[in-house]
């Protein structure tokens, strides 16, 4: 099973607002409503942003959003701050062999 | 606190073995699926392998299946994850992180280093 397809890169300016997709197929993304997101800052470890497609977990902010449409779910990050600078992925559950299939990461730059 | 630590990472020879140790404290082990997650230097994230709250389900990335153990013990908070047969490919920061599908919190990383 080949792992999600992200964009290796997005920039915005601050203030702006961006959008992050994340394609896979009927047997993952376009099967359930189980694609979840995260966000890694350089040097840190990830931390969850978005799961069950729409949920936010508790004090994350409301810039974040996920939505899904058939096989592509997507990440917006509303009102751009320099502090959103880092790498983000998707992950999906999977109906193959491999549980979890995890994108490639997407770089956001806040120029 | 929710808190995980991983240990038992380092240096390894290709074909050779090395376990991972897992110690969460701060919530009930027992009441959760965990899972392991790695990533290469400089690469992105890969799911590694899970095992159910109950013991009772374990599940393998396809890279690794036959050759790593997910194991865990609710008694002593503990989650292991036995590799064998380690390739050069295994390198990577191994995270153990608490979830099936969805991972919350993540612990900061061991790292393992596969090389002759």
């Known amino acids: 099973q080949s792992a999600l397809t992200q964009p290796a890169s997005v920039s915005g300016s601050p203030g702006q607002s961006i959008t992050i997709s994340c394609t896979g197929t009927?047997?993952?993304?376009?099967?359930?409503?189980?694609v979840s997101w995260y966000q890694q800052r350089p040097g840190e470890v990830p931390k969850l942003i978005i799961f069950?497609?729409?949920r936010r977990p508790s004090g994350v902010s409301r810039r974040f959003s996920g939505s899904k449409s058939g096989s592509t779910a997507s990440l917006t990050i509303s009102g751009l701050q320099f502090e959103d600078e880092a790498d983000y992925y998707c992950?999906?559950?999977?109906?193959?062999?491999?549980?979890?299939?995890f994108g490639g990461g997407t770089r956001l730059t806040v120029l | 606190e929710v808190q995980l630590l991983e240990s038992g990472g380092g240096l390894a020879q290709p074909g050779g073995s090395l376990r991972l140790t897992c110690t969460v404290s701060?919530?009930?082990?027992?009441?959760?699926?965990m899972t392991w997650v790695r990533q290469a230097p400089g690469k992105g994230l890969e799911w590694v392998s899970g095992?159910?709250?109950?013991?009772?389900?374990?599940n393998y990335a396809d890279s690794v299946r036959g050759r790593f153990t997910i194991s865990r013990d609710n008694s002593k908070n503990t989650v292991s994850l036995e590799m064998n047969s380690l390739r050069v490919e295994d390198t990577a920061v191994y995270f153990c992180?608490?979830?099936?599908?969805?991972?919350?919190?993540w612990g900061q990383g061991t790292l393992v280093v596969v090389s002759s």
């Open positions: 992950n999906s559950f999977s109906g193959g062999s491999t549980l979890v299939l």
């Open positions: 992180v608490r979830g099936r599908l969805w991972f919350d919190p």
């Open positions: 095992i159910s709250a109950d013991v009772t389900t374990t």
């Open positions: 701060g919530f009930a082990l027992g009441s959760y699926a």
């Open positions: 009927s047997s993952d993304i376009g099967g359930n409503d189980l």
């Open positions: 069950q497609v729409t």
